[in-house]
Nanobody, 116 residues
């Protein structure tokens, strides 16, 4: 059974940093593209960042470019999202997603709140 478990969320002041982790099990992690999404109440889930199987290609939403960094450790079956210079508008539930071909899996999400 596939499981994606996010961690690392919490409350942080504007300008602060957080590092999210997503630990995967029950799948061949190394062949899955990985992504981070976020969602706020009343809005659609939006793509924040993605990374290919070997980490060779990454993509970011314009709103987080230069502040967020996605990375992965295939030996640990884990994908990370380093978030720096956080803004109140980054407040959301953050989800990781694994994708291989037409198959996709979601984690349960972790809350990130940026507030003074």
């Amino acid at each position: 059974q596939v499981q994606l478990v996010e961690s690392g969320g919490g409350l942080v002041q504007p300008g602060g940093s957080l590092r999210l982790s997503c630990a995967a099990s029950g799948l061949r992690f190394s062949i899955h593209d990985m992504s981070w999404y976020r969602q706020t109440p009343g809005k659609e889930r939006e793509l924040v960042a993605s990374i290919t199987t070997t980490g060779g290609i990454t993509n970011y939403a314009d709103s987080v470019k230069g502040r967020f960094t996605i990375s992965r450790d295939n030996a640990k079956n884990t994908v990370y999202l380093q978030m720096n210079s956080l803004k109140p508008e980054d407040t959301a539930v953050y989800y990781c997603r694994a994708r291989f071909s037409v198959l996709g899996y979601w984690g349960q999400g972790t809350q990130v709140t940026v507030s003074s």
